[in-house]
């Protein structure tokens, strides 16, 4: 006997579908026809703790510290708490991103309506399986595809798959794909395609793998850590056989070539901008703003151009009523005027199921009292109206113009042309991409789903996408910022110029049919230079968009929620999803605006501005570290003479020099808009500045050797003496403009190296025995100099100029330290 059909192949879908047994079921879970496939929402905790860890940074430091603690010297090895603590910052900033990420998927995982054996359960999606019959209803999600066995009115929302935000309408046999949303009618569906073969998943799959972002800051200290790596095997030749020969044993010449080679890493610099990009990623989430990767703020900083998805974005993905034009004929007419409002209120509450159209309008208008409802026509997509009679008030129809105007009745000879004026109001509207309904008494009352042809115009309702409160101030802060926005949408190009006209987009009113775009990278290239609103463009498309503006030399953030928004988040130099859209995007986009608040954008972009320019400001600090101490150990290793410095000698000048101090500028304000050339930039500046450096501590150790009435200690406290005094004016110069609190923080760096030094522990601890007086005042002299050579060549050699070229504008600026225009950086 052969098996009864679960459904009926035959044209005839009347017959009651039972669905799937359980035994059916359990052998499509087991042969991997099932819903269930990973889909991570983020990166794995170890993707996230080999990306911390394995990084040249951490492996330089950590040979370091391996040889330091290897010859029992602990007190030197303070420098690998910024090796630990550079690692955790970044993976617990991350971690925490991941499983806000996490939960979020888990709140917002969708559930179905399946009919097995006959009886319908609610299952979540991952749990279906192919040939799954599936109920529909109004806002269902769809999570796999699936072909419509049955069902009346269907409509779906396909706008997180293609863009395009009006509802596809759905007859029987037709596919529904995983990933829409049902906003009208009902129905019964079986599964015809499920897991990696969903067009959701196959749309996303690409966009899965991960991949870090871009970052120039991250670039050029991974630049300078391995030319310090390559430079440091000479070196550290150099270096430990001049130290073996300088000193009694084997010891103190590891301790001081350490000492040497240590310094020219700039581990502060690494640790402080993990430190900046983290207080930057807290600051974003009390605004509701996820940060999946640290390194991604210094990108919102460098953003150009914004492209920005219609639907979701500048819009609430709803509707909301935009205006009533009343149409009644105005020559003598006895008739009494029709109270359009009340009567769409009444047509509004009547209806518990109301399309998008109607839900818009009921919640414009309220039902007035004592409107009794006696005969109604449900809207139907196929007849693209509906329809109420209501006790002592009259019949009306609501619906599409191009529909009921063809059953408006001929006007009489005293009366104006309200049809005529209806069709070309409609026109109108259409043209400026406005959605229109019309609303019409029937005097001849209702006929069912047949029209009278006596229909009178009432009124015009038109309808516009709900455009987000903060949308036109957004729009606005970027045109103030230079940064120019695009419009790209799969909606219709006159749809897309009217929301972004509405929200103040400029060129607005020169909209792109996407379908007509070429497809060269260049002449691409040329249009989104000088266009800014897109219609009808394909998730592909705005990819290649998404490149083309980047070979223009274009830093490109893009906002998105949908599955069609994966491919062009993944490749923007800034991704950025809404909460609410789909998994998918959240997964692959660098932030997430979980309050889906796209006015949150100005304060975002400001975070990433402020880190980035301080970061370049600070950075300044540590790369003169960095080629003081590579000229030092040089120099040294040539000379064969004892290494002026033990480890810990500069862990205390860093401190009070770079780090401490560093921190606190790495979180100031600032809100100039960062610019390429970070690496060029700060070298102009720290190769001088550490040359000078390390020349005043030559000339000071040197002459404190001479003295033979000293130790190789004391001498050692002359250097670091006449190192502290150069490396204060540094910081000094880099604190500019100076104000009340920076002037307060450069005087209290000062304060604690005196008290360092006049503190009998402390000068024990750090092996910093006092010189002569004469000495001392020698070394700072010296380092006095060193100071006023670095300001001379700072103001005269243009170090860090020009100002065109986008150095940071650090000489001047506001009090709060918010950059102004300037003649002269630092």
């Known amino acids: 006997m052969l098996p009864v059909p679960l459904w ?36 794995t905790i170890s993707q996230i703790v080999r990306s911390n ?29 910024v090796l630990v603590g550079n690692a955790l910052i970044g993976i617990v900033q991350e971690v925490r991103a991941k499983r806000s990420l996490d939960r979020l998927a888990v709140l917002n995982a969708p559930h179905s309506m399946v009919r097995r054996d006959g009886e319908e359960h609610t299952i979540a999606s991952k749990d279906l399986v192919l040939d799954d019959v599936i109920v529909l209803t109004l806002g269902d999600q769809i999570a796999v595809d699936a072909e419509l066995l049955d069902g009346a009115g269907l409509e779906v929302d396909e706008s997180l798959l293609t863009g395009e935000a009006d509802p596809v309408e759905k007859a029987l046999g037709d596919s529904v794909l995983s990933g829409s949303f049902v906003v009208a009618g009902s129905a019964t569906v079986r599964a015809t ?156 509450g009547a209806d518990a199921h109301p399309n998008p159209s109607l839900a818009a309008i009921a919640a414009a208008f309220a039902a007035p009292e ?123 190009p006159v749809t897309v110029s009217a929301v972004a006209a509405r929200v103040g987009v400029p060129g607005a009113d020169s909209p792109i ?18 266009h800014s609103v897109f219609g009808r463009v394909t998730p592909q498309q705005k990819r290649e968009m998404v490149h083309a503006l980047q070979s223009r030399g274009h830093v490109v953030a893009m906002t998105g929620d949908g599955v069609n928004d994966t491919l062009a988040l993944k490749d923007a130099d800034v991704g950025v999803a809404m909460g609410s859209g789909s998994a998918a995007a959240r997964a692959v986009a660098r932030f997430v605006l979980l309050a889906n608040d796209f006015g949150v954008f100005p ?9 980035i320019a301080n970061v370049e400001r600070v950075a300044n600090l540590f790369l003169t570290k960095t080629f003081y101490a590579m000229t030092l150990a040089l120099a040294i290793g040539v000379a064969r003479i004892p290494f002026p410095f033990i480890p810990r000698h500069f862990t205390i000048i860093s401190s009070l020099t770079i780090g401490i101090p560093g921190f606190f500028l790495a979180l100031a304000p600032n809100n100039r808009r960062a610019r390429t050339g970070f690496l060029a930039r700060v070298l102009r500046f720290a190769i001088p500045a550490g040359l000078v450096s390390a020349i005043a501590v030559l000339v000071a150790f040197g002459i404190a050797r001479n003295d033979g009435g000293i130790s190789l200690e004391q001498a050692r406290t002359v250097a670091v003496i006449t190192l502290f005094v150069v490396t204060l004016w540094v910081l000094e110069i880099l604190s500019r403009p100076i104000n009340l609190w920076r002037g307060a923080l450069v005087g209290a760096m000062g304060a604690a190296f005196v008290g360092a030094l006049s503190i009998p522990w402390f000068r024990a601890y750090f092996e910093l025995p006092l010189p002569g007086t004469a000495l ?33 504008e650090f000489a001047k600026g506001s009090a709060t330290g918010v950059a102004e225009p300037a003649h002269t950086t630092s």
Request: aromatic share 4%; charged share 20%.
């Open 776 to 808: 001392a005042l020698s070394a700072v002299g010296i380092g006095a100099v060193g100071a006023i050579l670095i300001e001379v060549g700072w103001h005269v050699s243009g170090w860090n100029l020009p100002v065109d070229d986008g150095e940071p």
């Open 370 to 492: 004592g409107w009794v409802l006696t005969d109604a026509v449900p809207f139907s997509s196929a007849r693209k109206w509906s329809a109420g009679t209501f006790a002592d008030q009259g019949s009306f129809v609501l619906g599409a113009p191009d529909i009921l105007l063809d059953h408006a009745a001929a006007p009489p000879a005293d009366r104006s042309d309200s049809t005529a004026a209806a069709r070309s109001r409609v026109e109108h509207f259409a043209a400026v991409g406005r959605r229109v309904l019309i609303l019409m008494s029937s005097p001849e009352g209702l006929n069912g789903e047949v029209l009278f042809d006596s229909l009178v115009p009432v009124a015009l309702v038109v309808l516009d996408e709900a455009v987000r409160e903060a949308a036109p101030a957004t729009i606005a802060y970027f045109g103030q910022q230079g940064v120019a926005v695009k419009v790209i949408s799969g909606d219709s």
């Open 513 to 530: 049919d996407a379908r007509t775009l070429p497809e060269d990278q260049e002449a691409l290239a040329d249009i989104l230079e000088s």
């Open 193 to 348: 395609a499920v897991g990696e073969n969903s067009y959701a998943f196959k749309l996303s799959s690409e966009a899965r793998r991960f991949s870090m972002v871009k970052s120039e800051l991250r670039t050029g200290i991974d630049r300078v850590i391995k030319l310090v790596s390559w430079l440091m095997i000479p070196t550290a030749v150099l270096l430990v056989t001049s130290q073996l020969a300088a000193h009694d044993g084997i010891i103190n010449a590891i301790q001081a070539s350490t000492a040497g080679l240590v310094a020219m890493v700039p581990e502060g610099l690494v640790l402080l901008t993990s430190i900046a990009f983290a207080v930057g990623a807290t600051r974003l989430a009390s605004r509701k703003v996820l940060t999946q990767e640290l390194a991604a703020i210094e990108g919102l900083a460098r953003v150009d151009v914004i492209c920005v998805d219609k639907t979701g974005t500048l819009t609430e993905g709803s509707l909301a009523l935009g205006m009533i034009e009343h149409l009644e004929p105005t020559a003598s007419d006895p008739t009494p005027t029709i109270d359009a409002a009340a009567v769409l209120g009444a047509m509004g």
């Open 8 to 43: 009926s192949s035959t044209p005839d879908r009347s017959m009651t579908i039972n669905g799937l047994t359980s035994a059916e079921v359990d052998a499509r879970r087991l042969d991997g026809r099932s819903n269930d496939v990973p889909d991570p929402t983020s990166r």
């Open 53 to 81: 860890v394995f990084t040249p940074f951490n492996a330089l430091l950590g040979v370091l510290l391996i040889i330091i603690l290897s010859v029992g010297e602990a007190a030197d090895g303070l420098f690998g708490f």
């Open 603 to 611: 304060s975002v972009i400001a975070e990433g501005r402020k880190v």
